[in-house]
């Protein structure tokens, strides 16, 4: 079982920056795929940017390409996304998830991927 804790949520203006952080309690955090998501209210949830095991591999939304970074440092067991020129369409519940993998540089992108959530942060965007 792996947990997930997001943090760096918050209110910021338009062109403004966050980065997000999501501690995972896995023993073996080097083994997971790492994602995050978004869901802003009465939409589905959406992919946001993903990262492989090694950190070699990341993969983004087109809306958030040359935006946002995803990051991961395997020895503090935590994946972060930097966040620059926000957007208020950036407005949504974030997601962090996990899913393990055999294969060094495989990215997953879609929910269904992911067997770990986490509770999500609240990343508001003021125009």
């Known amino acids: 079982q792996v947990q997930l804790v997001e943090s760096g949520g918050g209110l910021v203006q338009t062109g403004g920056s966050l980065r997000l952080s999501c501690a995972a309690s896995?023993?073996?955090?080097?083994?997971?795929?790492m994602g995050w998501f978004r869901q802003a209210p009465g939409k589905e949830r959406e992919f946001v940017a993903a990262i492989s095991r090694n950190g070699r591999s990341t993969y983004y939304a087109d809306s958030m390409k040359g935006r946002f970074t995803i990051s991961r440092d395997n020895a503090k067991n935590t994946v972060y996304l930097q966040m620059n020129s926000l957007k208020p369409e950036d407005t949504a519940v974030y997601y962090c998830a996990a899913s393990n993998t055999y294969y060094s540089d495989t990215i997953y992108y879609t929910l269904h991927d992911y067997k770990y959530w986490g509770q999500g942060t609240q990343v508001t965007v003021s125009s």
């Open positions: 896995a023993r073996s955090f080097s083994s997971y795929v």
